[in-house]
């Protein structure tokens, strides 16, 4: 029986201006799955992720890897479950890419030496070691997408929550992430994403959500194909898999 | 997207750029300091230290133009002290000139007062571009946080030099949008316009802090900011110190 790496429980959350935005979420995902996140603009991925880290805190109770969210256990859970947001420019603050992703390691209070090995490696993953020395403002959105997942895993998580991570990626670069993906198979995962190919090809369950509601979740295939439940809810039946 | 760098010659490869920032620093500052404290009549002392400054530039094979370009956000400072000090001082008067009814009358003090700002606030000048434009932006960050700026003002300086540049982008995008959708219109309502992308621009820019602060908790942020940094004094560097402050020594003894 493998462990639950996410346990999320009654999980509700409002905007300050009182607009509902999760609402009764009941959510486990186990270690090493894959859970791809779908749903049309404005149904709550975005602010689901950000839950799964600490950054938003609903009135829930949220467990990541058996540890139970509260202030004094975020900084354990934010080490083990890392977070790309979907605007890289705000995730690479730094003023350059180095410093940028020995943000995290040096935050994880890791020897001078070792957080210079963790950069570089967590940089050649992503095949952007050249850039080390770069200023992040001078990169492409693509390039600055793989730093800002290189920051991410220079802080080892054990838990990956990507907020669209091939939205704006040319086609090369998105190929090369979802085999990327692919290959991290003993990372959990939670992917939110429009990209239907990249939920198909990665991920092993897959959560349709609208308007904050969790609406199902179960295989992949079953749902991609079940064109009347996409359709109802602003999705669409990708031409590769109706035909 | 077009825009100037304030460090854009900092990668350059000459022996002024491989120096150690916080040598860097504090020879430049110390040259300030020597300049500043400089009798008010010594414009002798004046040159020389030009001499040095022009030497150092040289050596930094910065082309001298761009630095003289941009020494020129010195003048409109000392027009104002142009436009106030020779009239207003008393002493021996050198001229006399008539504004319509006002008398204004020029001294010898007052012409000394200007030139001696003048050239006090140009070398400065100079002497900062120097610095800034042959160190990178973050090294000269880490240098002045090892000589003991406060984390949080080294922080708003970081980020500052992060985010300026998006933010202009995000501004010159809404102006291009503006442009391609502009035709014709009153001067009145261009500026209305324009205020509105001042507004949209404040918000953005505050809601954009609000995201990098959740991005900078979401990886461990605790209030604390750890950098490191590779900084190793050399012979070289020492050498260069002790030859700044003896040849800034030796024009203060001529």
Redesign the interface.
Known sequence: MTRKAIEVKELNFSYPDGRKALVDINLDVYEGEALGVIGPNGAGKSTFLLHLNGILRGNSKIKILGIEMENKSLPQIRSRAGLLFQDSENQLFMPTVFEDVAFGPLNMDLSKDEVEVVVKEALKEVDMLDYIYHHPHHLSFGEKRRIALATVLAMKPKILLLDEPTSNVDPKHRRDLINFLKELDNLTKVIATHDLELVFEVCSRVALLDQGRLITSGNPLEILKDKTLLAAHSLEVPRWLSS | MKHTFIDQYSHKESLLHKIDPRIKVISFLVFILFVISTPKDSFLKFGLYGVLIIGLILFSKISPWSIFKRSLVVIPFTLMIFLFIPFFKEGVVMGTFFLGPLRLEVTYEGLQILGNSLAKAYLSVLCMILLISSTK??HL?KAVERLGLPKVMLLIL??M???I??IYEEFLKMWQVKEARSVGGSRLFQIKALANMVGTLFIRTYE?AE??Y?????????GNI???DNFQLRRGDVFFLLIMILSLMSVRLV
Not at chain 2, 214 to 222: E, I, K, V, Y
């Open positions: 932006f973050s960050l970081s980020f030099y992060r985010y540049f998006v954009r995201n990098v959740l991005a900078m908790c979401a990886r461990g942020f605790d750890r950098t490191i």
